[in-house]
């Protein structure tokens, strides 16, 4: 028997997590996955008694209702017993449907004569939630409120899930029939709300014989209309960084490019945020308002496109009701120019969040409805410091506000230029303008990030050993092997080699790919090597990560090291690219140098520097030798690696680059 996705409420969910395997016996209502979206997260139970036979999604995966999820092996009984039911009830509910239909139909057959205008009174029903029952934990809205169809309109919580209940109709609010700490389920009336449609006027003959078919148009006419119209031009501007100012760093569309709603148009940078201002509208970019570095603030125009915007249902709803004679003219210019200046606005108060894309994510395993998820975006709040008041640990939004009020009434621990002393260990600098004067120039992002991480290198006790390698039959094999890589589109460094033998190197040492532990009375030794490659990019260093390159070949590391560089360099580096290393190489490349110590990346405990290599004479007891010498920098905390230990490391380290054949033995 399949397991499908239920009625959650939203068109689309994220398959966030999976909470059964291959195998599992389970009873109805067991929860079997986690869906999320921006208005739901929902554990969605059982349907049926069995063994998980097969999983048909996976996490990250995009569902909606309907979506197979499971499949389970069920005795015959129960397969007929599940199957029946939901058809027994569809015809229930098509049976009082067709009857509520005609009930109220009737009434309107009689009076031939009806005004253009008419109204009806719609029920607002509990859809399927997945549980039994649940509570009501927030009214979204109130009596007189005007909504349009999928606006939220209740928050409904069980302990499995929580869920916004979207309207299923546009229209007056009439009534509030539920309040919050109700236990509802499914099919429970929550509001009522005033529909207003829209009808042509007939003949007594023609209006009795089309009666159903008219007020069924009637009522769907809202839909009908909520199509794009025409708009004109839209002016696109920055929305709330959750800051005062920001930087354009990279304008990503140029003028006559053809865009899509929600597309990246510009990239704005400040030191809280890196931020892509998508489009509100498609169509043609006419105009590009900025540059390149440029500061900007929350108003200012990006850019100017000719466009197409979205007329919400509630919007024609409200139309057709007020200005039903005019009913054609609905799509004149005047209504464009109207769209075309509200529809940035709405952008701009959808995208007042103050928090990255990985705060968010973090925020997301926190057990909070999606109101209060909102609300911790638009304040800049992280979820997991916030000590929650409600049932099953939920963070409500009291808990929000109590945060927020206690992080702004705690005493300021000292101005300025004291926490820059407080973190650098040094004195404020002194005043300069007896001496010339002097201009502030900001650091870019990337470096100012850096600046908390590259002080931690003041508690490591670091040592630096210096060795050369004869790198001179390893770079004429490289030599030979370059054109065939090139063919292939691969660029083949010296740093390919270097990685490979290091890593072979680490299995037999491991201490210098190990962590000192918190009590510094103990090692950590990683079960595998992930290695950190710095990369020089126009914003400073950025250090992505090669993973496993003890499991790969010399192609692969090559393949890998050209795609984390050019990601690096593109600024398209996931959070994930940036963590887990446990050694890392720094190469100066052909920058120039003959060493340099380079600073341990806590927590890590080792760094080798590369410096250029040059032709030297070395002797062989004869004679001088023409020969390719790599230098070599190995920064160590003494706390874990003894000095011998680190020159047995390079001595070992030259031997397997003198001749990498080794590696094989």
């Known amino acids: 028997m399949q397991i499908k996705t239920p009625d959650i409420g939203v068109e689309k969910a994220t398959v966030a997590e999976i909470l059964v395997k291959v195998g599992d016996t389970i009873a109805i209502d067991d929860s079997i996955v986690l869906l999320e979206s921006d ?52 015809e229930k509910a098509q049976a009082e449907s067709t009857q509520e239909h005609v009930s109220t139909e009737q009434p309107k057959a009689e009076n031939t004569n009806a005004a253009a205008t008419s109204s009806e009174i719609v029920e607002v029903k509990v859809p399927d939630i997945g549980v039994e029952k649940a509570l009501v934990g927030e009214v979204l809205v109130k009596a007189g409120d005007e909504i349009a169809v999928d606006d939220s309109i209740v928050v409904v919580e069980s302990d499995k899930a929580t869920v916004e209940v979207p309207s299923t109709v546009a229209g007056t609010i009439e009534n509030i029939v539920v309040k919050e700490g109700d236990s509802v389920k499914e099919g429970v009336v929550l509001i009522t709300v005033k529909t207003t449609s829209v009808a042509q006027e007939k003949s007594s003959s023609t209006e009795n014989k089309q009666t159903a078919p008219t007020a069924s148009t009637a009522t769907e006419s809202p839909k009908a209309e909520s199509k794009p119209v025409q708009s004109g031009s839209v002016e ?40 892509e201002v998508p489009s509100t509208v498609s169509g043609t970019i006419k105009a590009i308002h900025v540059s390149d570095n440029q500061e900007v603030k929350q108003g200012m125009p990006l850019v100017t496109i000719d ?50 894309k990985e705060q ?22 992280l979820l997991a410091q916030v000590e929650s008041s409600g049932p099953h640990d939920r963070v409500m939004k009291e808990d929000v506000f109590a945060y927020v009020k206690q992080r702004l009434t705690a005493s300021q621990a000292a101005p300025q230029a004291t926490v ?14 007896a001496f010339g004067g002097s201009e502030v120039a900001t650091m870019t992002r990337l470096q100012q990030v850096s600046v908390p991480q590259l002080s931690l290198n003041n508690f490591i006790p670091q040592v630096t050993q210096f060795d050369l ?37 680490l299995k037999e040492e491991p201490y210098f790919a190990s962590h000192l532990a918190d009590d510094q009375k103990s090692v950590v030794l990683r079960n595998e090597i992930h290695m950190g490659i710095a990369v020089a990019t126009p914003d400073g260093l950025t250090v992505p990560v090669l993973r496993n390159p003890d499991q790969k070949s010399i192609k692969q590391i090559a393949i890998e090291l050209g795609e984390l560089s050019q990601k690096a360099r593109d600024k398209k580096l996931s959070p994930k690219d940036l963590q887990g290393a446990n050694f890392t190489i720094t190469s100066l490349g052909s920058i120039g140098g ?16 590369i410096s250029p290599a040059t032709m030297q004479p070395v002797w062989n007891g004869e004679g001088f030798d023409p020969k390719l010498m790599l230098p070599l920098s190995l920064s160590y905390d003494h706390r874990v690696i003894n000095g011998a230990d680190a020159a047995r490391f390079t001595n070992k380290l030259t031997k397997l680059l003198a001749d990498i054949r080794n590696i094989l033995l």
Do not use: C, M
């Not at 994510?361 to 909070?368: M, S």
């Not at 004869?470 to 083949?492: C, H, M, N, P, V």
């Not at 003959?594 to 520097?609: K, M």
């Open 39 to 90: 208005k739901a997260s929902v554990e969605v139970p059982s349907t049926s008694v069995g063994v998980v036979k097969s999983i048909a999604v996976s996490e990250g995966d995009e569902v909606a209702e309907g979506a197979v999820l499971i499949e389970v092996e069920a005795d015959a009984a129960q397969a007929e017993t599940s199957e029946s039911e939901p058809a027994q009830s569809e």
């Open 469 to 505: 390698a004869d790198i001179t039959e390893l770079e004429a094999w490289r030599g030979e092997l370059k054109a065939k890589f090139k063919q292939d589109g691969i660029s083949l460094t010296i740093l390919a080699f270097i990685a490979k033998a290091v890593a072979f190197l």
């Open 236 to 275: 696109i501007a920055v929305p709330d960084l959750g800051v005062d100012k920001a930087s354009v760093s990279e304008i990503l569309v140029s003028v006559g490019d053809r865009v899509e709603k929600d597309q990246s148009l510009v990239v704005v940078e400040s030191d809280k945020a890196s931020v």
């Open 594 to 609: 003959t060493a340099f110590t380079p600073l341990v990346n806590w927590p890590q405990v080792a760094i080798l520097g």
């Open 360 to 381: 968010q994510a973090e925020n997301a395993k926190v057990y909070a409805g999606p109101a209060v998820r909102k609300l911790a975006r638009e304040l800049g709040v």
């Open 420 to 433: 820059a002393q407080a973190a650098s260990g040094l004195p404020a600098l002194p005043d300069f303008s």
């Open 307 to 356: 466009g197409i915007a979205d007329v919400q249902p509630s919007e024609v709803a409200k139309e057709k009701a007020t200005n039903a004679p005019q009913a054609a003219e609905t799509k004149t210019q005047p209504k464009t120019e109207k769209i075309a200046v509200e529809e940035p606005k709405a952008h701009v108060a959808n995208t007042s969040d103050k928090l990255s």
